[in-house]
């Protein structure tokens, strides 16, 4: 029985043949409305197309395995940009810890130098950013670090962002020397 069933396919379709264009578009619209191709809909196919059941199949099977590999495609280009936002912003972190790191090591060199009693000796102190526009733009100032005995000198974090040039919680480096 299953051999006469094919051997009426056989003479009702004669040969596979490539699908034209109306073809086609009309298995993508059928396609786009559902991915998984039920018996009823893949002869209702064959009929309107004047194409073989089997082909039909065939062509869905390889639609599905396309569309697989492009929504693959998609997954990897979306987590290869997030990837490299990431990794952009890692750097971007590095580099301000790093300055921050610095600043903070000057800052500590300022309290210890106002702390020691260094009357009227001058310092010099360079500020080297990275957070700036430029890569890397050096300053170096003379600034006179007094100490009176009968005053106490006990900085904020203000003042010392004031004297290093720096406003607080900015990224931005400009100098007041």
């Not at 869905?60 to 693959?72: G, S």
Request: with cysteine; charged share 25%.
């Amino acid at each position: 029985m299953n051999s006469s069933f094919n051997s009426q396919n056989l003479q009702k379709y004669p040969n596979k043949k490539r699908l034209n264009q109306e073809q086609v578009k009309l298995l993508e619209a059928s396609f786009e409305s559902t991915k998984k191709l039920e018996l009823q809909k893949k002869l209702q196919l064959s009929k309107e197309l004047g194409v073989p059941p089997r082909q039909i199949s065939i062509w869905y099977q390889n639609r599905r395995a396309r569309w697989k590999n492009q929504n693959l495609e998609n997954d990897y280009n979306a987590l290869q940009l997030k990837l490299e936002n990431a990794l952009s912003e890692k750097m971007q972190l590095e580099k301000e810890t790093e300055f921050l790191r610095g600043e903070l090591q000057r800052a500590n060199e300022m309290l210890i130098a106002i702390n020691s009693g260094a009357q009227g000796q001058i310092r010099e102190f360079s500020l080297s950013s990275s957070c700036c526009d430029q890569d890397v733009i050096s300053y170096t100032s003379t600034t006179w670090v007094h100490t009176d005995h009968e005053v106490n000198y006990n900085l904020q974090f203000d003042e010392l962002y004031a004297m290093i040039g720096v406003e607080e919680g900015s990224n931005k480096c400009y100098s007041t020397w």
